[in-house]
């Protein structure tokens, strides 16, 4: 059924619409599951984000997504007969009329719409303890972004926050027990090596991590990462390094330090 690469004028006129909803504090618009959004998408799309109820259960992924695929029908959200759809319009590759197998909800064809279309990319994967969480931002022009947050058992929620509020909700998701200081601390340069090391006072900080996430921005042909680490008092932040042998600086962030570096990790669609 995925047919992400057909994009017709209800396609974007239902992103649009969505986007002009966004808000500083947006409540959740949807919610599918990894099975969901793998019918919907198709699993090359659906692992963007990563799939983790899929990755470990012993489900075969095909038959996984046909199951949801009923469960959507079942639902109205995914018609497959004429009758009660609504207009297309036209194809805005070719301007032709769109043949479809099937209609989607125009809340759930305008949010795949903007998932599968954005000029730049933020990607974030926090892990506390032994659970993984991922919060994918895809950013679009005039400050618009999907927010899409994947919970350890592959649930996808997904909001529409404004662009300026994001620096602060990545911030929350980043520190979630808020221990950031008022102010931006030390930094402190040292080898990969010397900081898995342990031996010095910077290495055991980052050993008392509660909670480490990964950024990661692309936006076309570049792209950037950078680790930020959550201890039990502190937060430190560091470029994620790629071998052993390279010095990295560490700094300990407060928190306005915090929301700043997380901005500056958003790439400027204008600029694209």
Do not use: C, K, N, W
């Amino acid at each position: 059924m995925p047919q992400q690469s057909l994009r017709t004028e209800r396609d974007a006129a239902a992103a649009y619409e969505l986007l002009s909803t966004a808000s500083e504090d947006p409540a959740v618009l949807a919610v599918l599951t990894d099975e969901e959004l793998t019918a919907l998408a198709g699993a090359e799309a659906a692992a963007l984000a990563g799939t983790p109820f899929l990755d470990e259960s012993e489900l075969e992924r095909g038959a996984a997504a046909a199951i949801a695929l009923r469960s959507l029908v079942a639902r109205g959200l995914v018609q497959l007969t004429d009758e009660g759809r609504e207009t297309e319009g036209e194809d805005l590759a070719t301007g032709a009329e769109p043949r479809r197998a099937a209609q989607l909800d125009r809340t759930l064809a305008g949010l795949l719409t903007l998932r599968t279309s954005p000029l730049a990319l933020v990607h974030l994967t926090r892990r506390v303890a032994d659970q993984t969480t991922s919060l994918l931002l895809s950013l679009h022009p005039h400050g618009g972004v999907l927010e899409e947050l994947i919970t350890a058992d592959g649930f996808h929620h997904f909001s529409l926050p404004t662009r300026e509020a994001v620096p602060a909700r990545l911030a929350r998701y980043v520190d979630a027990d808020q221990v950031a200081a008022e102010a931006d601390g030390a930094t402190t340069t040292a080898t990969a090596a010397e900081l898995d090391a342990g031996t010095t006072e910077i290495s055991r900080r980052l050993q008392d991590a509660r909670a480490l996430t990964v950024v990661t921005s692309a936006d076309g042909g570049t792209s950037s990462q950078l680790t930020v680490v959550a201890t039990t008092d502190a937060v430190l932040a560091m470029d994620t390094p790629q071998d052993a042998g390279e010095r990295v600086e560490v700094r300990e962030l407060g928190a306005s330090g915090l929301e700043a570096l997380l901005a500056a990790a958003l790439p400027d669609p204008a600029a694209l």
